[in-house]
């Protein structure tokens, strides 16, 4: 007989409005860092949005919109240097799976509290407890099994 194991982020929010939930959220004190690939989240108005809602909470955040098409462990690394050297409290994962699997590696290897802001519902990626990693080249390099899902997931 197999065992089923279903788990689940914290706290879910889903509808037109989710993200605004964001600004009642109960974050660590201090900076927060929203993790994007960049373009269309910034075009769109997305990080603008997050950080805006970020700030009125009274939180300021960060940027860091380097992240590429299939994530590497190295992409990770300097994210997390970069958490490091600016006494991130939190992280904010905004965009699709790629950005997704980069917060919440990140918020693994720092122990951080990570709130996951999808912009496309394809994948599994925003309440999993897993981020998938490439190689330089594009190749799978490996799956990073977290300790926990997501903190908080605003799906808007």
């Known amino acids: 007989m197999s065992v089923f194991s279903f788990y689940m982020p914290t706290r879910l929010f889903f509808g037109s409005g989710a993200v605004g939930k964001l600004s009642r959220a109960r974050l660590p004190e201090g900076r927060g860092l929203i993790i994007t690939g960049g373009s269309s989240t910034t075009k769109l108005g997305y990080v603008a949005k997050v950080a805006g809602i970020l700030k009125e909470a009274g939180h300021e955040t960060l940027v860091y919109d380097k992240v590429k098409p299939n994530p590497t ?13 600016e006494k991130i409290a939190f992280i904010v994962g905004l ?5 997704i699997d ?25 309440c999993s407890a897993l981020s998938v990693l490439y190689t330089d080249d594009g190749q799978f390099d490996k799956y990073l099994f977290l300790k926990a899902n997501p903190n908080i997931v605003l799906m808007d």
């Not at 462990?73 to 050297?85: D, H, P, Y």
């Not at 965009?95 to 950005?99: A, E, L, M, N, Y």
């Open 73 to 85: 462990i190295e992409g990770v690394r300097e994210c997390a240097a970069l958490c490091r050297s």
């Open 95 to 99: 965009g699709g799976g790629s950005s």
């Open 102 to 126: 980069t917060a919440k590696a990140v918020a693994y290897y720092l122990e951080s509290p990570v709130i996951i802001c999808p912009t496309i519902a394809s994948t599994d990626a925003p």
